[in-house]
């Protein structure tokens, strides 16, 4: 059984934990709101960005509006775009990216794997640290959260973009978590580049016979619009991930402060069992004594 001194410093050490835990949940806390109120801001943008671009691109009908972000080529090449944090203590934010990114090199691109073409872009300092160890990393966006806004971003999309028009990758994959709520964040894997061909929206299909005049020319205007909305994709993604993780972070230290008081009503026993059999020891020597010197007279 371990004394009394050691209980003690055991049962100082959880209470400082405790705190710290709990000052961290708070920072958290505070750090979530603004986060989420940013992605919030940021889905009706983007939803609607790529609304306009398929109502566009849905009209054009012929292959006018063909982009060089559109090629579709055998996919030899990949990059991956894995988007972690910069700190840990969040729990399994940043290990189920890792997972995340794995699972679909096994499922998806195991032949360019063992070839050698999976390169890794890492947005997060987790990210760069797990992946450089394990190959080729683009770029390095290990700091992007400390100062996170659209052109810390869009370098990395601009660098990912120019890869893809120049035929060094062949596709291009963004793995992220997306927020949900505070206790939930789903791993996603989007493909960035090429674009993926989508339907023609119920506004594009109904507004389908009308007339409409471009200033400039609706080529011209396509072809500006999608490199924006590439970049405005990414960054959402960035977003989506920077909410998750103060949402897994406060999570995890709300769970580490009520481990902490589980703890200490644990260790408080102990030490009040300890205290008590030391007590009682201290009593059967005395008595024990007493008698010796009783029966000795």
């Given at each position: ?49 790529n ?37 840990g203590?969040a ?12 699972q ?23 990210a760069?640290?797990?992946f450089?160890?394990?190959g ?9 959260f ?15 973009m ?37 339907e ?77 059999a ?20």
């Open positions: 059984m371990a004394s009394l001194k050691e209980v003690r410093n055991r049962i100082v050490s959880v209470q400082s934990t405790q705190q710290i835990t709990k000052a961290m949940k708070m920072v958290a806390a505070a750090k979530l709101r603004r986060a989420q109120d940013n992605i919030l801001r940021m889905r009706p943008y983007a939803q609607r960005l609304s306009i671009l398929s109502n566009l691109t849905s009209l054009a009908g012929d292959d006018d509006m063909v982009s060089e972000y559109g090629v579709q080529r055998d996919v030899n090449r990949v990059l991956i775009i894995a988007i972690t944090s910069d700190r203590l729990g399994a934010f940043n290990s189920n990216i890792f997972k995340g990114v794995n679909l090199i096994a499922e998806r691109y195991a032949t360019q794997a063992a070839a050698g073409n999976i390169t890794v872009m890492a947005i997060g300092k987790r760069h640290d797990y450089s160890k394990r080729p990393v683009l770029g390095e966006y290990t700091h992007v400390s100062q996170l806004s659209f052109d810390t971003v869009r370098v990395a999309a601009e660098q990912a120019e890869g893809f028009r120049n035929g060094q990758f062949d596709q291009v994959v963004v793995v992220y978590n997306e927020f949900k709520n505070v206790a939930t964040q789903i791993v996603r894997s989007e493909q960035l580049l090429p674009l993926v061909p989508t023609a929206p119920a506004e594009a299909v109904a507004t389908s016979n009308i007339d409409y005049i471009f200033e400039p020319s609706k080529e011209e205007i396509v072809q500006t619009l999608i490199p924006q909305s590439l970049k405005i994709q990414l960054y959402k993604a960035v977003l989506e991930s920077n909410a998750s993780e103060h949402g897994a972070r406060m999570t995890a230290m709300d769970k580490a402060t009520e481990n902490a008081g589980e703890l200490l009503k644990s260790l408080k026993l102990t030490y009040n069992r300890t205290r008590q030391a007590i009682t020891t201290e009593i059967l020597e005395i008595v024990g004594g007493a008698e010796a010197l009783a029966s000795s007279r």
